[in-house]
């Protein structure tokens, strides 16, 4: 019955036992993870997107190559969760449906325009800095396929953080003008990094049942302090200031205190009134379509191969 089940349930989750996919799980459980693990899937494949506009328009084969390699490497992260979210019995070309209805989420920050080259180095510092704040403890997520793709992903992610922050290292190194887009970059993407975190702890009707079930293992906040925390001595070493008056160490803390993200802001881009909503949506609607010929090349000759093999 039910009951044992979801008594057994409760002692894996309690013994921080893995959850897999063949394994009894309550309905909301399945739900939940099927709702945060296809979000994410898609955050990684919709930011190809702000990064890819400037591929063909890197300074240098250098910059070319490590940027067409982390583009790479975020649709490899997206192939990673849809994996994971199929174990749950979800299907992923109704997962990208869903996405392009507008019917699933996807992560705030990639509604938001790269306007200079200095935004690659920023994405890499303070978008994919703020992933690896809120990845690391998802490697200890209760449910076994998100953690281990999670645990594969995050080893990629430094290298991404890495290589955004050496890229600013340069242009800091670089003229007054370069200096200058790097400082308006900054400007433009340290709120809306904040923002990844999610809501504040008291309107984040997801966060006490993930954490229970442990889907979750910190709050939106408490990561969100975390990214901080780290950011600021680098934002030091590299020399540009963040665009906070409020943010000043607090010794009682042992944190540094920061002022309130405009969550007006964050709602209206949630809900698709962002710059680039529209934008990100068309063309993942038009690759979607464009790509429609592969996925039935590939279908047929499964449905050719397998009838060979069966014969
Ligand atoms: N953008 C869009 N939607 C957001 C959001 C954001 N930044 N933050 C919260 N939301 C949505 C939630 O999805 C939820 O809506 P839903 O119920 O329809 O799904 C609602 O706002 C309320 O938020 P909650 O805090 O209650 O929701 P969660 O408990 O799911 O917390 C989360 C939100 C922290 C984003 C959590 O879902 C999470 O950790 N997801 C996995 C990590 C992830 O998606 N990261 C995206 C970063 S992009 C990335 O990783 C690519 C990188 O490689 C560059």
Redo the contacts with the bound molecule.
Sequence with gaps: PDSAHQAHFDAAIAADRRIEPRDWMPEGYRKTLV??VS??AH??II?MQPEGDWIASAPSLRRKAILLAKVQD?AG?GLYLYAAAETLGVDRADLTQRLVDGRQ?????FNYPSLTFADVGVIGWL??GA?IC??VP?CRSSFGPYARAMVRICKE?SF?QRQGYELLMRMMEGTEGQRAMVQDAVDRWWWPSL?????PDDE????AR?MAWGI?RNT?DELRQKFVDMTVPQADKLGVTLPDPELVWNDERGHYDFGDPDWNEFKQV?SGAGPCNAERIARRRAAHEKGAWVREAAAAHARKHNTEEAA
């Design positions: 709702r945060q979000q994410h955050s990684e930011g975020e992260h989420k996807y992560s705030s920050i978008v994919d992933a809120n990845q998802l992610e991404h923002m990844m975190f999610g809501p984040s009707p997801n966060t993930s979750k939106n949630v």
